[in-house]
């Protein structure tokens, strides 16, 4: 659908999901859903800053978006395609993001504390410096991607696909994990302390540890 002439055509209900609307042409007298048009403004245009707060995107195209500084604080971007795109330093906190594609996307300095990435591609997506605190990651791929100096405290990585991230001074405190976890070559993660029912811990935790650290 890429630079589709879409004037004055009816796309009220239309299923728009993982349609391109990037440099489609919409205008006034197109009649279209308030979600899909909303897509067709982002793909198409520079979103610096924008707030987006609580917004409705799942299973949209977002490939390359710039939506750098933009307020996506609990967006529902389930399925969502934001491969490539420019997210950096952008506010995701609580944000669903489960099963999204983000491979390659810039996430630099972003907010994602409490979001939901469960079964989310982030390969070689660039983290650096971002907050993860308490995300839930399981079964995410995060293969080759960079976590340096990322806050990771609390967060969830049951299942997930870590091998070749970069965890340079990341912080894992708290962080709970499986045998299912992947890790990346040579690295050292918290120990699986053996299961204890009598013990209050969650498996899987170190308190204080911090990538890097030798495990106890």
């Known amino acids: 659908m890429v630079a589709a002439n879409l004037r004055g055509a009816n796309l009220e209900g239309a299923d728009l999901r993982m349609a391109d609307l990037k440099n489609a042409g919409i205008d006034d007298t197109t009649q279209l859903d308030a979600k899909w048009r909303l897509v ?3 793909v198409s245009h520079t979103s610096f800053n924008r707030d987006l707060k609580g917004t409705d995107l799942s299973e949209a195209k977002l490939h390359r978006a710039v939506l750098s500084g933009a307020n996506l604080e609990r967006a529902n971007l389930g399925g969502a395609d934001l491969s490539q795109a420019n997210l950096n330093s952008a506010d995701l906190a609580g944000a669903d993001l489960g099963a999204a594609n983000l491979s390659n996307a810039q996430l630099r300095k972003a907010v994602l504390s409490q979001a939901k990435l469960n079964g989310t591609n982030l390969q070689q997506a660039d983290l650096s410096d971002a907050d993860l605190s308490g995300a839930h ?3 995410a791929v995060l ?3 960079d976590l340096s100096r990322a806050d990771l405290s609390g967060a969830e990585l049951s299942g997930a696909d870590l091998r070749s991230a970069d965890l340079w001074q990341a912080v894992l405190q708290g962080v709970t994990y ?3 976890t992947l890790w990346p070559e040579r690295f050292s993660p918290p ?4 299961p204890d029912d009598s013990s209050d811990e969650t498996p899987g ?7 890097g650290e030798p495990s106890p």
Do not use: K, M, N
């Not at 120990?191 to 053996?194: F, I, M, R, S, Y």
């Not at 935790?205 to 990538?211: D, I, V, Y």
């Open 191 to 194: 120990a699986l302390p053996p």
């Open 205 to 211: 935790e170190t308190p204080g540890l911090t990538a």
């Open 143 to 145: 293969h080759e991607v």
């Open 178 to 180: 499986d045998e299912a």
């Open 137 to 139: 990651l399981y079964q």
């Open 40 to 42: 067709w403004v982002i």
